[in-house]
């Protein structure tokens, strides 16, 4: 069931999958407001929603012209949807209700092109508006969505999906015990039952914690990070937290969380121009970059990459892809694989030409190599996703630094096998040790291993397997085989790190 889960989200990217979330949960509580079993009023939440939205769109139009940069379509409408889900629903006939929402909606745009150092946003745009809206008119948020009882299984289902999707589930754990335990520390013992039943099931917790804290742009990205920016938030949205007589509040809360991540975060969005793409081997390309300023990552991390597209398909116009250079290298590297039929944001890659510009933001990922230069290492590689061990191998020969590494790299076919030269190369100058397995057709002469990468394999090419830290990259159904391979082999979960892939297309 959960392989079948994980193969149905990697055709879809964390946004689209977010916006249908939002989407639902509004259609669920219309149809419920129909039955007089939510507070929202149907006619109402069909307004304000259109209002919401109409005001985000033409917002985001206005600014992404004046600042000229392409923007995320889908967080448009994923930014308006959730707006409509926390701010009270009002009538046409409600000119202040009006206006708050509307003030509302273009606070959250315009913070995404205003709030922002080194090009890199601060806060996230809902949690800004609605403090804004609480402060400035005096109109707060009620997060009605999270005290509807009949919209929790909605809630739940869609929200699990969205933190499967981005794989932050321990984020999301730190942030509810964080909570939890804040309200039980503040509440008499006599009133526990009481108050876990209102957190867990009549506040906000949940959504606030499915629909934002995974918002990817303003939250921390390291895995220490991540769980305290979880906790930060978490044990701040707690409702008896206070400082004198002012109570926190969620959205409060996320901005002092945001505050942490900006803090802890790479910085910055980066303009990556065209200079050339190379074929690396059948149907995988690398697109090879200059860009206005050097980005400062570690070998093995990604980006968000965003391009403006004309005809947005249902895949979305930004995409999590590993930086194939190393830090050491002037360009930037991508390397990609193409398939039968892309997705439009794939398209419009295979139809740039040097000069045509990309952007990139939020330097992201811990599949790096550890601090330590004697731990030994292996790598398990599939197909495109060689692409973080060829930033590691490249940035390790380019300082000259051995270290012990076996690398298995599994590939359908022989002509699909990308960086082989830079692997020889490594061979010599660093002891890189790399072995190929190809599933289908001849390998000719070559010593190459003829079927997929199993335990059989692992147990002949790294004698010494108990002994080296795994590393597994490549799409997932690979991933999920080299990982039952390794517990076949009774390598422990702590010694096997996996790339983050959300998806493919």
Same mark, same amino acid.
């Given at each position: 069931?959960?392989?079948?889960?994980?193969?149905?989200?990697?055709?879809?990217?964390?946004?689209?999958?977010?916006?249908?979330?939002?989407?639902?949960?509004?259609?669920?509580?219309?149809?419920?407001?129909?039955?007089?079993?939510?507070?929202?009023?149907?006619?109402?939440?069909?307004?304000?929603?259109?209002?919401?939205?109409?005001?985000?769109?033409?917002?985001?139009?206005?600014?992404?012209?004046?600042?000229?940069?392409?923007?995320?379509?889908?967080?448009?409408?994923?930014?308006?949807?959730?707006?409509?889900?926390?701010?009270?629903?009002?009538?046409?006939?409600? !000119?202040? &209700?009006? $206006?708050? *929402?509307?003030?509302?909606?273009?606070? +959250?745009?315009?913070?995404?092109?205003? @709030?922002?150092? /080194?090009?890199?946003?601060?806060?996230?745009?809902?949690?800004?508006?609605?403090?804004?809206?609480?402060?400035?008119?005096?109109?707060?948020?009620?997060?009605?969505?999270?005290?509807?009882?009949?919209?929790?299984?909605?809630?739940?289902?869609?929200?699990?999906?969205?933190?499967?999707?981005?794989?932050?589930?321990?984020?999301?754990?730190?942030?509810?015990?964080?909570?939890?335990?804040?309200?039980?520390?503040?509440?008499?013992?006599?009133?526990?039952?009481?108050?876990?039943?209102?957190?867990?099931?009549?506040?906000?917790?949940? !959504?606030? &914690?499915? $629909?934002? *804290?995974?918002?990817?742009?303003?939250? +921390?990205?390291?895995?220490?990070?991540? @769980?305290?920016? /979880?906790?930060?938030?978490?044990?701040?949205?707690?409702?008896?937290?206070?400082?004198?007589?002012?109570?926190?509040?969620?959205?409060?809360?996320?901005?002092?969380?945001?505050?942490?991540?900006?803090?802890?975060?790479?910085?910055?969005?980066?303009?990556?121009?065209?200079?050339?793409?190379?074929?690396?081997?059948?149907?995988?390309?690398?697109?090879?970059?200059?860009?206005?300023?050097?980005?400062?990552?570690?070998?093995?991390?990604?980006?968000?990459?965003?391009?403006?597209?004309?005809?947005?398909?249902?895949?979305?116009?930004?995409?999590?892809?590993?930086?194939?250079?190393?830090?050491?290298?002037?360009?930037?590297?991508?390397?990609?694989?193409?398939?039968?039929?892309?997705?439009?944001?794939?398209?419009?890659?295979?139809?740039?030409?040097?000069?045509?510009?990309?952007?990139?933001?939020?330097?992201?990922?811990?599949?790096?190599?550890?601090?330590?230069?004697?731990?030994?290492?292996?790598?398990?590689?599939?197909?495109?996703?060689?692409?973080?061990?060829?930033?590691?191998?490249?940035?390790?020969?380019?300082?000259?630094?051995?270290?012990?590494?076996?690398?298995?790299?599994?590939?359908?076919?022989?002509?699909?096998?990308?960086?082989?030269?830079?692997?020889?190369?490594?061979?010599?100058?660093?002891?890189?040790?790399?072995?190929?397995?190809?599933?289908?057709?001849?390998?000719?002469?070559?010593?190459?291993?003829?079927?997929?990468?199993?335990?059989?394999?692992?147990?002949?090419?790294?004698?010494?397997?108990?002994?080296?830290?795994?590393?597994?990259?490549?799409?997932?159904?690979?991933?999920?085989?080299?990982?039952?391979?390794?517990?076949?082999?009774?390598?422990?979960?702590?010694?096997?790190?996996?790339?983050?892939?959300?998806?493919?297309?």
């Amino acid at each position: 069931m959960k392989n079948a889960i994980d193969q149905i989200l990697n055709f879809i990217t964390m946004y689209r999958l977010t916006l249908y979330y939002v989407i639902a949960l509004l259609i669920a509580a219309f149809c419920a407001g129909l039955f007089k079993l939510v507070s929202a009023e149907p006619t109402a939440l069909f307004y304000s929603t259109g209002l919401i939205t109409l005001t985000c769109w033409l917002t985001n139009r206005a600014f992404a012209w004046a600042f000229k940069v392409p923007t995320n379509t889908e967080s448009i409408y994923i930014t308006a949807f959730i707006l409509a889900l926390i701010m009270p629903p009002v009538m046409a006939t409600n !000119f202040i &209700g009006n $206006a708050v *929402l509307i003030f509302a909606a273009v606070m +959250a745009i315009a913070s995404k092109f205003i @709030l922002v150092v /080194g090009r890199k946003h601060i806060f996230n745009p809902v949690a800004l508006a609605v403090v804004a809206s609480a402060l400035v008119l005096d109109k707060p948020a009620t997060w009605w969505v999270g005290g509807n009882l009949p919209l929790l299984a909605f809630v739940l289902i869609g929200g699990l999906l969205v933190t499967r999707k981005v794989q932050r589930f321990d984020m999301l754990g730190a942030y509810l015990l964080a909570n939890i335990a804040a309200t039980l520390a503040t509440t008499a013992p006599a009133m526990y039952g009481t108050a876990l039943q209102e957190t867990l099931l009549y506040s906000p917790l949940l !959504f606030a &914690g499915f $629909a934002m *804290l995974t918002e990817p742009l303003t939250a +921390a990205q390291g895995k220490i990070s991540r @769980l305290i920016y /979880g906790a930060i938030i978490g044990l701040l949205s707690s409702p008896n937290i206070h400082i004198g007589e002012f109570y926190l509040t969620p959205e409060i809360a996320f901005l002092v969380g945001n505050l942490y991540a900006f803090i802890v975060n790479p910085k910055g969005r980066f303009k990556f121009t065209l200079l050339r793409i190379e074929k690396a081997a059948t149907g995988c390309y690398d697109y090879v970059f200059q860009t206005d300023r050097k980005p400062n990552f570690q070998a093995g991390q990604y980006l968000d990459w965003t391009m403006d597209l004309p005809n947005v398909d249902t895949r979305g116009n930004r995409r999590p892809f590993t930086i194939a250079s190393a830090p050491s290298e002037n360009e930037i590297r991508l390397g990609l694989k193409f398939y039968a039929q892309p997705s439009s944001f794939k398209k419009q890659l295979l139809e740039m030409r040097p000069g045509d510009a990309i952007y990139g933001s939020q330097i992201s990922g811990d599949f790096t190599l550890p601090k330590n230069p004697n731990e030994k290492l292996a790598f398990l590689a599939g197909g495109i996703g060689v692409t973080p061990f060829r930033s590691m191998i490249e940035d390790l020969a380019n300082r000259r630094e051995n270290r012990s590494i076996v690398m298995l790299y599994g590939n359908n076919k022989m002509d699909e096998i990308a960086y082989s030269s830079l692997f020889q190369k490594a061979a010599n100058d660093i002891d890189l040790r790399t072995v190929y397995a190809v599933a289908e057709g001849d390998t000719g002469n070559y010593n190459i291993h003829k079927g997929f990468i199993n335990e059989t394999m692992i147990r002949r090419e790294i004698p010494d397997f108990m002994e080296r830290t795994f590393y597994i990259s490549g799409p997932r159904s690979m991933v999920l085989r080299f990982q039952e391979a390794l517990r076949k082999l009774g390598i422990s979960r702590s010694r096997i790190k996996v790339d983050y892939f959300p998806g493919f297309a």
